[in-house]
């Protein structure tokens, strides 16, 4: 498909484990966001990737958190040594990043559940 | 991060009645976005803005990004069940930051 897609769709593990989340962008869109959304509230930025430039890690709640983007297409969010406050539905959107055209285009989601 | 100020938080409404909602900034933007999220789904695009003052419609939805670049308004017009969702406002500074979001507007369309 031409939207952008991750995995898996639902992670259920448990505290203490390490998670590993998939995003995969629109082909040729340049910038990446991961955004972390709790049940019933809005999206909490967590960490930004433009180009070759070095991200914008700001959002991240604590160093148990990291991302990457190889080849400046698929990204990995990993949460190391889960908690149970990290339960969530983990986001991530692609934009074309232009000068005309700025929308962010979202996945579907990653529930995460950390028993 | 940022969160814009979105009102109201939650909607009721009957079917066939328009519906309007807000979002405020502190900052000024130069670009302003409206998602709708249905539940279990990531936020879909409805309409972007770009240019103060600038009204944009799809479909039943009109959209406007407000003259002091601080806020902007969401209209649906003679709702109709599919409407329900949260939908959000996101803005951004420049091309090349960072996002950030509103808390939401629940909207509940009674047939």
């Known amino acids: 498909g031409a939207g952008v897609s991750q995995s898996p769709s639902n992670k259920v593990t448990e505290k203490g484990k390490d998670v590993e989340l998939r995003c995969d962008p629109i082909?040729?869109?340049?910038?990446l966001y991961w955004y972390r959304q709790s049940l019933g509230q809005g999206l909490e930025f967590l960490i930004y990737f433009q180009g070759n430039s070095a991200p914008d890690k700001s959002g991240l709640p604590s160093d148990r958190f990291s991302a990457e983007r190889t080849g400046g297409s698929v990204s990995t969010l990993t949460i190391q040594r889960t908690q149970q406050e990290d339960s969530a539905v983990y986001l991530c959107?692609?934009?074309?990043?232009?000068?005309?055209?700025?929308?962010?285009?979202f996945g579907p989601g990653t529930r995460l559940t950390v028993l | 991060g940022q969160q814009l100020n979105q009102s109201p938080q939650s909607m009721f409404i009957q079917e066939g009645e328009d519906v309007s909602m807000n979002c405020t900034s502190s900052s000024i933007f130069n670009t302003w976005l409206w998602y709708k999220q249905d539940p279990g789904e990531g936020p879909v695009l409805l309409i972007a803005?770009?240019?103060?003052?600038e009204l944009t419609s799809n479909g039943r939805l009109t959209a406007q990004f407000g003259i002091t670049r601080k806020d902007s308004f969401l209209n649906i017009s003679a709702s109709i069940p599919s409407d329900v969702g949260i939908y959000f406002c996101a803005g951004t500074y420049l091309t090349g930051n960072q996002f950030y979001f509103g808390t939401g507007t629940s909207l509940t369309v009674i047939p």
């Open positions: 082909s040729g869109h340049t910038a």
């Open positions: 803005l770009y240019k103060a003052g």
């Open positions: 959107a692609s934009s074309p990043q232009t000068t005309q055209y700025n929308e962010q285009f």
